[in-house]
């Protein structure tokens, strides 16, 4: 194992490099793809299955069915889909996005009490408006929890993927270190990265849930 | 008509709303269950309506059901002759449980069902209603920084903003204090009297049912039934100590059997 | 949501098996379609599932990553519920403790990949420390949530009562905590299964996640690879399913305990 002023010494080696920029910069690019192309399809989905009770009935065994599979196992569909590269590891991140979102979104439209969509029905509100002014509000502070823990599963998953399915990344870092000399600081220093982005990712989600018009349900619990 | 009980309204007034043979039951367990049966009942035109009746004989089920949230399992409801099929913002509905939106602020939620008015005018009308319900200088709080009466308060603000010419209200001091109460009915006979709108007015107290109404239908235990309606022929500002009064109140408990355990 | 009516009974069964056959259907004419010579058609793979039933290595496969899971979500359990209601009962250690745990939680369990084959090798001790790690941190915060969610007015009913503080957390925090316990172990489990599949497919050469990764390189046997993802899939819900359960019976019994 190496000391830490090894780790200090490769996170340098990183950076004189330039690598340690290239490869955050390519994690962070395949997160925020598979994520947010996760979160544009699940959440609509979501709301819109949560709302018809056939849906619901329809969709949710298939959903928990599919859920407990490690998206890691899609690594040789993906692989044969989208080859080694970039599409495969966003392929891999939306997938592991994708079931927690949707569940996510399909409870948070259950536990809206039934007064407030009573309340809105009651002043006339159009389909639309009744979508825009009641069930968004209603369920944001939920969605957005779901989207912060969401978020942790693909910062795990796309450091998995790159272990196996490209040759860029923190992940490939990490395997591509051991595996070309046990240059085990740089292990580890591709470590202390992974750490640290990860939590300033679940900072940034969380301040967000601090905002004040998403922050009802926070503060009457 | 079967019924023995007087269900028409004062005949002077226009008849606002009739119900007709309502039934309603639910499925639980697969076994159906009886909670309404065969109610008639007519309201009229700017009249004070009290729903009195014992916890769970279907009071709830029965005003959501006039409020077009439920349909009924045989019967319907006409207002202004009309066939009530859905929710509609002529006539509002405050709800038993809080219905507020915690997400809106004070001002939001009583601006909530004006979205068809100008800015300028929404702005003059939660103006009016704040000011109207006493929540003056809490315009942009959230309900979760408000207290119980008050967040009941904004809920009336909120209904009465639309003008609607229907109030629905599912025992909307229940849950207040009794000072608060004594309050929120001066305020709401207050309204009531400057605007003439037809309410129907769910309680299980027997007095807030004398002190307000202008007829209130007694109802019997599960499945529920109109049992009787007591005119209430006395002028407002009504005083609780008249003999009148007394005579009513105790009429009211005899008939829903409880004289002798008081 | 929707106000409708009581739904009645065979719509349960009718809706997703309605939805499982549009879905095995479509499956079907889009690989016949492609006319692709690699990707499994559902017949295919049920042919695939049929064969591995009938050799020992898939039950092997699915016992050893049962296995696993089970030692390292034990130890972890053992390990993360005690340290987390003390975390949680002691804001001023949890205060020292936080920030390093707060670094060390967003590095995904598979990072450690690497740090896990030098300390234990290539085989099952990698294995189940990858998923002690995966499970660990989510225990510990469930129960440090969970104790510091139990209503104050609690600990002051236990107080006045003359609890001493190892009393009141046997017999006041940890019950009144135990519900959100009980789900942060299920979410933990939950992880641990995910965590074993990629495990296994890097660190050690037996599991469900082996055959998975074998299936393709020892030949491109697709079939196989999604027959693999299949018996996953049942296992993961067969695991939450029982947690649930039990949090059923959980709770009954602690509601006889109450009552007593
Ligand atoms: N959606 C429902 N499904 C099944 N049963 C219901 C439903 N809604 C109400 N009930 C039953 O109908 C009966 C009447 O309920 P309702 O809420 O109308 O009573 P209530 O007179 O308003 O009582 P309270 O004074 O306590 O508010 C109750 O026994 C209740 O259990
Ligand atoms: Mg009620």
Redesign the pocket.
Same mark, same amino acid.
Do not use: A, D, L, P
């Given at each position: 194992m190496p000391s830490p002023w090894g780790v200090v010494g490769g996170l340098v080696d990183l950076t004189s490099h330039g690598l340690l920029v290239k490869y955050v910069v390519a994690s962070l690019f395949r997160v925020t793809w598979g994520f947010t192309l996760a979160a544009i399809l699940a959440i609509p989905l979501g709301l819109t299955i949560g709302w018809y009770r056939r849906a619901e009935m329809a969709f949710n065994p298939l959903i928990q069915f599919l859920r407990p599979i490690s998206p890691l196992a899609w690594i040789p569909i993906a692989i044969l889909w989208f080859g080694v590269g970039d599409l495969s590891a966003i392929f891999l991140i939306f997938l592991s996005c994708f079931f927690p979102l949707l569940l996510t979104a399909i409870n948070a439209v259950r536990n809206i009490p039934a007064v407030y969509i009573n309340a809105g029905r009651n002043f006339g509100l159009s389909p639309g408006a009744l979508v825009y002014r009641v069930l968004y509000p209603a369920v944001v502070p939920q969605l957005i929890v779901g989207l912060r823990i969401t978020l942790g599963i693909a910062w795990l998953v796309v450091v998995a993927a790159e272990m196996i399915a490209v040759n860029s990344g923190l992940g490939f870092l990490i395997v591509d270190a051991r595996n070309a000399g046990n240059r085990y600081d740089l292990v580890v220093a591709g470590m202390v990265l992974i750490g640290l982005i990860g939590l300033l990712l679940d900072i940034g989600m969380r301040s967000l849930e601090k905002v004040k018009s998403f922050r009802w349900s926070y503060s009457e619990e | 008509m079967e019924s023995t009980v007087a269900i028409t309204a004062t005949p002077t007034v226009e008849t606002k709303l009739r119900a007709e043979h309502i039934s309603m039951s639910?499925t /639980?367990d697969g076994e159906s269950?009886p %909670?309404l049966e065969d109610i008639n009942l007519e309201v009229g035109n700017g009249e004070f309506l009290c729903l009195l #009746?014992p916890? #769970?004989? #279907?009071?709830?089920?029965l005003l959501s059901i006039i409020a077009g949230f439920l349909s009924p399992t045989s019967g319907e409801v006409k207002i202004d002759g009309e066939i009530v099929r859905g929710p509609d913002p002529r006539r509002i509905f405050v709800f038993?449980e809080r219905g507020v939106f915690p997400w809106l602020t004070v001002e939001g939620n009583i601006g909530f069902g004006l979205f068809k008015l100008t800015r300028a005018e929404r702005d003059r009308r939660i103006a009016h209603y704040i000011k109207m319900v006493g929540l003056e200088g809490f315009g942009k709080s959230y309900p979760s920084e408000l207290s119980g009466g008050m967040k009941q308060r904004l809920e009336v603000a909120r209904a009465l903003a639309v003008n609607p010419d229907m109030l629905f209200l599912d025992?909307p001091f229940g849950a207040l204090d009794s000072i608060t109460r004594l309050i929120m009915r001066g305020e709401l006979l207050r309204i009531w009297e400057a605007e003439r709108k037809t309410i129907i007015f %769910?309680t299980?107290d027997i007095d807030e049912a004398v002190q307000l109404a202008d007829r209130v239908a007694v109802m019997s235990a /599960?499945p529920g039934r109109i049992q009787e309606i007591v005119n209430i022929d006395i002028p407002h500002p009504r005083d609780i100590n008249s003999a009148r009064y007394l005579e009513l109140r105790t009429g009211i408990f005899n008939q829903i059997g409880l004289a002798h355990h008081l | 949501m929707t106000t409708l009516a009581e739904s009645r009974n065979w719509e349960k069964f009718f809706w997703p098996i309605a939805v499982a056959a549009v879905l095995l259907v479509l499956w079907h004419y889009s690989v016949v379609w492609t006319a692709t010579k690699i990707f499994p058609s559902p017949l295919d793979v049920e042919r695939g599932l049929i064969g591995l039933f009938h050799k020992n290595v898939l039950w092997n496969d699915i016992a050893d990553s049962l296995r696993r899971v089970a030692l390292g979500f034990g130890a972890a359990a053992i390990l993360g519920i005690p340290i987390g209601l003390v975390l949680g009962w002691y804001p001023a250690i949890d205060q020292v403790v936080n920030p390093t745990m707060q670094l060390l939680r967003p590095i995904s369990p598979i990072a450690w990949i690497p740090v896990a084959i030098i300390f234990f090798g290539v085989g099952d001790k990698a294995a189940v420390f990858l998923i002690f790690l995966a499970a660990f941190f989510p225990i510990v915060v469930a129960c440090v949530d969970g104790v510091s969610n139990v209503p104050s007015v609690f600990r002051r009913a236990g107080r006045n009562f003359g609890l001493t503080a190892a009393q009141l957390l046997a017999r006041v925090v940890f019950p009144a905590a135990l519900p959100q316990i009980i789900i942060g172990l299920r979410i933990a489990l939950g992880i641990s299964w995910l965590v074993v599949v990629a495990a296994e497919m890097i660190a050690v050469d037996s599991g469900l996640g082996y055959l998975v990764i074998d299936s393709r390189n020892s030949g491109k046997h697709y079939d196989l690879v999604v027959a693999a993802m299949l018996i996953i899939g049942v296992i993961g819900l067969l695991l939450d399913s029982g947690f649930r359960r039990l949090e059923k019976i959980k709770s009954v019994r602690w509601g006889f305990r109450d009552a007593s």
């Open positions: - | 639910f /639980r269950m %909670v #009746g916890s #769970g004989c #279907g009071k709830s089920t038993q025992e %769910v299980h /599960r | -």
